[in-house]
């Protein structure tokens, strides 16, 4: 080592020294003890290994300053809460639907304090904790029934595995694929115990495909909607309509994972239609899936929809006790329904007013953050995306706030500064420039992300 090094060393404060530091003892009061000694030992450390290869020693103001940065960053709550200006709507990276603010206010309610989960307040007695979400699935989709469970990918488990354990269920070999969430189906049924048989080619499979795979064996014909990818040209699958008369024909039932759980019709927008849920029930297929958290627009969840002796089946097996929800996701997911029932959900659910915002309105917003940073940047047309497993290569018409990237800086850098400020921003870079789209951004959060961006590009000026 050398002689350097070896002063380096000797330069470094004790632990002690550094709990004795005023700065050190307001971190101790605002965690613990034994909290900050394990994170100075760390710092110091890391500050060894970096002096042995070359490196200064840290004053132990620096070290107090790492110290503290360290906590903060450690122990705030997970995940923390940043603003999406990407323009995808549906962003599984950064938590996907937005909750409405009565879905949040009723998961905030029964957060604080004990709820009638599994209480009939009449009686006095046990209640069922899945009755009122089931009464709002039966009456938006037109089915029998109404599970809930953790999510889709749960969801599609614990029916395989109820219905399907050690038995055949026919796919089409298109849609044997991995799907939103990186669920893949052969996994899916393999990790249920079902036997996937596969039917017709990539691009094309015939009802006759489905009928000549059907044997005595066989638990159900499944349909997936591929909601992340899109094939074109010379393609062809029967209809569910198609499946749902074969599989009444031959006693077996018809299973439709329809992913995203939108309730509304996309095509009013210029969206390619998405399967809805009502739509496959009223087709007459026997379980529907789809997830809580995209175009639902409500909290993570898989809903399986159906008839009532199959999700009867469902609800008791032991699984499904492994996979249920808990109340603060039962009453986002019943306030999110509530919102369709009151036919208020353009209105009330973020997703649906981030896919219904006027463009006038996008570049209304896009033109006032362009003022308040000082006309650092100007205002483009854009594409925003559905997002999350919904809608492959669907785009909406919007209005984009491309910033400047400071002298000397780089767009990546930017971005970089965005994404580690308070609040973080993410926006998405396209030939070189920082874009920000207003559709993804709730519209109180405008503030925030104008100073957060007008303080990026001043420290990048500076
Ligand atoms: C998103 C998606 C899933 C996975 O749903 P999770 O709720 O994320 O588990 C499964 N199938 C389809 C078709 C999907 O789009």
Partial sequence: ????????????????????????????????????????????????????????????????????????????????????????????????????????????????????????????????????????????????????????????????????????????????????????????????????????TTNRTYIADFEDAITENTAALLRVHTSNFTVSGFTSMPTIEDMVDLGRRRGVPVFHNIGS?????????????????????SAGADLVFFSGDKLLGGPQAGIIAGGEELIRLISRHPLARAVRIDKMTMAALTATLVHYVKEEALDKV?????????????????????????????????????GGGSLPGETLATKLLALSTPQGSSADALAAQLRTGDPPVVGRIDEDRLLLDPRTVLPEQDEELTRAVARALGEGTS
């Fill in 1 to 200: 080592m050398s002689a350097r090094s070896e002063n380096g060393l000797r330069a470094l404060p004790s632990v002690n020294r550094i709990l004795e530091s005023p700065q050190s003892k307001e971190l101790v009061q605002a965690y613990s003890h034994n909290a900050i000694v394990s994170l100075a030992r760390d710092q110091l450390q890391e500050a060894r290994t970096a002096i042995v290869s070359g490196g200064v020693s840290p004053s132990l103001e620096q070290l107090v300053e790492a110290i503290s940065r360290r906590a903060r960053d450690l122990w705030r709550p997970r995940p923390s809460p940043v603003i999406n200006a990407t323009g995808v709507i549906v962003h599984t990276n950064l938590g996907r639907a937005p909750l409405s603010e009565e879905a949040t206010r009723a998961v905030v309610d029964v957060a604080v304090g004990y709820a009638d989960l599994e209480m009939d307040l009449t009686s006095g007695g046990r209640g069922g904790r899945d009755a009122a979400m089931r009464s709002l699935v039966c009456q938006l989709t037109g089915a029998e029934s109404a599970i809930a469970v953790n999510n889709n990918a749960a969801a599609l488990h614990l029916a395989l595995t109820t219905l399907a354990k050690d038995r055949e269920v026919v796919v089409s070999r298109g849609e044997a694929v991995e799907i939103g969430g990186g669920v893949r189906i052969p996994e899916v049924l393999g990790q249920s115990g079902a036997r996937l048989v596969e039917v017709g």
């Fill in 261 to 281: 759980g939108c309730l509304l019709d996309t095509s009013q927008f210029g969206l390619t239609p998405e399967p809805m849920p009502q739509a496959s029930i």
């Fill in 350 to 386: 973020p997703v649906w007013r981030m896919v219904s915002m006027p463009l006038g309105d996008i570049e209304a917003r896009a033109s006032a953050w362009l003022l308040k940073i000082g006309n650092r940047g100007e205002i483009i047309d854009g594409r925003s995306t559905v």
